[in-house]
T-cell receptor, first 114, second 112 residues
């Protein structure tokens, strides 16, 4: 079964540093998303991406965050200057399109900001 | 703003018993999803419910959707230990830019 691949699985970074989280979507999927989950809490929407541009972003997705698909395959989330409260599990999700298809989530990147 | 509520938040049940997790949501939507999450792991898709009255079953789990009541249920039959996990429902807002809004999750513990 096709998978959404995320790297790294775990990243520890110092406060103020930039991080880039990477996702390789399923090849025929058209819609891409980033979600985050703070430990023990629910999953929160960050941003959706379609046709090489942001479709929607949440209040969490402020100027410190950006997404891009630099080479047509990888889908990246960049946090420019990390804060302690950015510590969370970040999930990439992709969707093929069409009403009957669901969302496939990647294995996640655990980001720890120290 | 779409709100999704689950109850209970925590559920501890004995093996062999039946129980139901409830998921209520606040605005019109025809698409509801159930996911399972083991500690420190990703979200595993369990069910995709796409219309009013949809019912799906997989093993000891059965999910249903009532769009008029804005309610979905996840029913567990004769629980076994390996069903212990956190279960999330999520609703797709189906107004143009689809995205999932998740419920708070139900942490299920099955006691031998």
């Amino acid at each position: 079964e096709p998978e959404v691949t995320q790297t790294p699985s775990h990243q520890v970074t110092q406060m103020g540093q930039e991080v880039i989280l990477r996702c390789v979507p399923i090849s025929n999927h058209l819609y891409f998303y980033w979600y985050r989950q703070i430990l023990g809490q629910k999953v929160e929407f960050l941003v959706s991406f379609y046709n090489n541009e942001i479709s929607e972003k949440s209040e969490i997705f402020d100027d410190q965050f950006s997404v891009e698909r630099p080479d047509g395959s990888n889908f990246t989330l960049k946090i420019r200057s990390t804060k302690l409260e950015d510590s969370a599990m970040y999930f990439c999700a992709t969707r093929r399109g069409g009403l009957s298809y669901g969302y496939t989530f990647g294995s996640g990147t655990r980001l720890t900001v120290v | 703003e779409l709100k999704v509520e689950q109850n209970p938040l925590f559920l501890s049940m004995q093996e062999g018993k039946n129980y139901t997790i409830y998921c209520n949501y606040s605005t019109t939507s025809d698409r509801l999803y159930w996911y399972r999450q083991d500690p420190g792991k990703s979200l595993e898709s369990l069910f995709v419910l796409l219309s009013n009255g949809a019912v799906k079953q997989e093993g000891r789990l059965m999910a249903s959707l009532d769009t008029k009541a804005r309610l979905s249920t996840l029913h567990i039959t004769a629980a076994v230990h390996d069903l212990s996990a956190t279960y999330f429902c999520a609703v797709d807002n189906n107004f143009g830019n689809e995205k999932l809004t998740f419920g708070t999750g139900t942490r299920l513990t099955i006691i031998p």
